[in-house]
């Protein structure tokens, strides 16, 4: 069974830019959760999403957001790039809400110039 | 509020036995995970405990008091590849939230 997958691996943006960054969960997954990994902040939760339904947002400015399709892929966006953006971030896909385990992507690394 | 408290760095020497805490104080708590990362790679699940007590993986074990707000990541016999960090993580009964510590670095040297 393929693993969680998060496209692009890298990117390299300039500040004021906009950027979607997918993540393909598990198959047979839906519930999908975002994170960012900053050095400063460690890991932070964005938003989770399961059937196409955003459960839970994270304390982060409306310039990011997301989306669930159909088929449980998610792709998630942030608007007006700032430099503190920069970052590692994380997809991870579970079966549902509340079971026990969740599995990161590999991550897309953002960096704003 | 969210807190979750681990130490930031630990040293062991291969072969060993090392021990991590993590204290947490959540709302809605509901089970407490352990990531492994290497750096420069993606979170790893090792464990995940509801229920107080002890949960046995091979070389790696975890512990939970609910009561207390701690858990434990325990590893034996260290080898040089478990130099990694350690995350721990509380989960919210409202859904995959995960409230992550800062993790701790653990560092094994021969």
């Known amino acids: 069974k393929a693993g969680v997958t998060q496209t692009p691996r890298y990117l390299i943006k300039t500040r004021g830019q906009q950027v979607t960054l997918s993540c393909s969960p598990i198959?047979?997954?839906?519930?999908v959760s975002w994170y960012q990994q900053t050095p400063g902040q460690g890991l932070q939760f964005l938003f989770e999403?399961?059937?196409?339904?955003?459960?839970n947002k994270g304390n982060f400015p409306g310039r990011f957001s997301g989306r669930q399709f159909s088929n449980s892929r998610s792709e998630m966006n942030v608007s007006t790039l700032e430099l503190g953006d920069s970052a590692l971030y994380l997809c991870?896909?579970?079966?549902?809400?509340?079971?026990?385990?969740?599995?990161f992507g590999p991550g897309t690394r953002l960096t704003v110039t | 509020g969210q807190n979750i408290d681990q130490p930031t760095e630990m040293t062991a020497t291969e072969g060993a036995i090392v021990q991590i805490n993590c204290t947490y104080q959540?709302?809605?708590?509901?089970?407490l995970f352990w990531y492994q990362q290497h750096a420069g790679e993606a979170p790893t699940f090792l464990s995940y405990?509801?229920?107080?007590g002890l949960e046995e993986k091979g070389r790696f074990s975890s512990f939970l008091s609910r009561s207390k707000g701690y858990s434990y990541l325990l590893l034996k016999e260290l080898q040089m590849k478990d130099s990694a960090s350690y995350l721990c993580?509380?989960?919210?009964?409202?859904?995959?939230?995960?409230?992550f510590g800062g993790g701790t670095r653990l560092m094994v040297k021969p």
């Open positions: 991870a896909s579970s079966f549902q809400p509340g079971t026990n385990e969740q599995y």
């Open positions: 198959s047979g997954h839906r519930s």
């Open positions: 999403y399961f059937s196409e339904t955003q459960r």
């Open positions: 959540t709302s809605g708590f509901n089970g």
């Open positions: 405990n509801v229920l107080d």
């Open positions: 993580a509380a989960s919210s009964w409202t859904g995959n939230m995960l409230t």
